[in-house]
């Protein structure tokens, strides 16, 4: 992708969480680029490091114990690790907005959902507080909210209305990128179709890229144009959604596919991934995934793999040294 078209390049980041039990290795050499009007979805479970990627874009690892050891990140041109404290507080919520996991704990229980999104608006827009209450009202009607709600305060919505009232504090000031935490967990399934059919249609309508952290397929699928599998803080496969769901090359990648259950074969068994995330304190030597992997050899615990193209591809890349072996082929691959 050229640089030209890209809102975030994300290089070689590495952050640490530092106490005096341990030194917690959150993110370990990741590369991230999303390219305008293009959604990334991050991917993996829980612990894998994709929420302190999410405030590293923000600059905003609680320090200490957390620390960006090191790494760029290129936003809009600009390297967020290098700007003054005024030049962030322009950033956020500007050029960069962040839908949080939970609605509940987003919102300030004594401010109303108007006041909320004005607040915002007179800060980074220069609004007066009339005009910035009038396109708050706009932006509560555009998610889908009545804009006699703004006056009412946020124990007075559901969980999906709340979702939506901070999708609308996200997107007031039309941000270049919005980075998308989790944004559909606190939500029942027929309201997170909703909500994520909403962002679909908004980030056409403003054209802006998306970062979505999730730990559902289903969602990356529905959603997203690329995506990146995460692994004890490491890239372990990345490619356009296509690339990855159909022609997966890493192991966990795999797992994930596999303990899904599957509509077509009800009969058959979920086959979960053996083991347990390892401890980010205490990784394992070589690939971090080697002792959960099926496949893992001795070699793979002496060396840590680097992403690399797979079949030549422009944008697929998987870090795996059992892909490298002469022959080697997942099972769901040669199943199809």
Do not use: W
């Amino acid at each position: 992708m050229d640089a030209m078209d890209l809102i975030l390049d994300i290089k070689d980041l590495v952050v640490h969480y530092e106490t005096e039990d341990a030194d917690v290795h959150a993110v370990n050499g990741i590369d991230i680029a999303i390219g305008k009007e293009r959604t990334l979805g991050l991917v993996g479970e829980t612990g894998a490091g994709k929420t302190t990627t999410a405030l590293s874009i923000l600059n905003l690892v609680p320090n200490p114990p957390g620390v960006i050891k090191s790494g760029s990140i290129i936003m809009d041109g600009k390297d967020v690790l290098k700007m003054s404290a005024r030049e962030l507080e322009e950033m956020r919520g500007d050029d960069v907005a962040m839908i949080f996991q939970d609605p509940m704990t987003a919102l300030n229980p004594v401010m109303t959902v108007g006041e909320q999104i004005a607040e915002s608006l007179e800060l980074h827009q220069n609004l007066k507080p009339e005009e910035a209450m009038k396109k708050a009202e706009e932006m509560l009607k555009l998610v889908g909210i009545a804009a006699s709600r703004a006056n009412d305060y946020p124990h007075q919505f559901s969980g999906g209305m709340k979702q939506r009232v901070v999708i609308a504090i996200a997107l007031a000031c039309s941000p270049k990128l919005l980075i998308a935490d989790e944004p559909t967990t606190a939500l029942d399934v027929t309201i997170q179709a909703q909500v994520l059919e909403l962002m679909k249609q908004l980030i056409r309508e403003k054209q802006m890229a998306m970062l979505l952290i999730t730990h559902s397929l289903g969602v990356v699928a529905e959603v997203c144009d690329d995506m990146a599998v995460m692994y004890a803080g490491r890239i372990v496969e990345k490619g356009t959604v296509d690339d990855v769901f159909n022609n997966m090359r890493h192991p966990y990648t795999e797992g994930l596919f596999n303990s899904l259950p599957n509509l077509k074969e009800r009969g058959e068994m979920l086959e979960p991934i053996k083991g347990l995330m390892p401890d980010p304190s205490d990784l394992p030597p070589g690939c971090a995934f080697s002792p959960r992997c099926p496949y893992a050899t001795e070699a793979c615990s002496k060396a840590v793999p680097q992403l690399e193209a797979v079949d030549g591809s422009k944008t697929h890349f998987v870090a795996c040294q059992a892909y490298a072996r002469p022959g080697f082929a997942l099972r769901r691959n040669q199943h199809g």
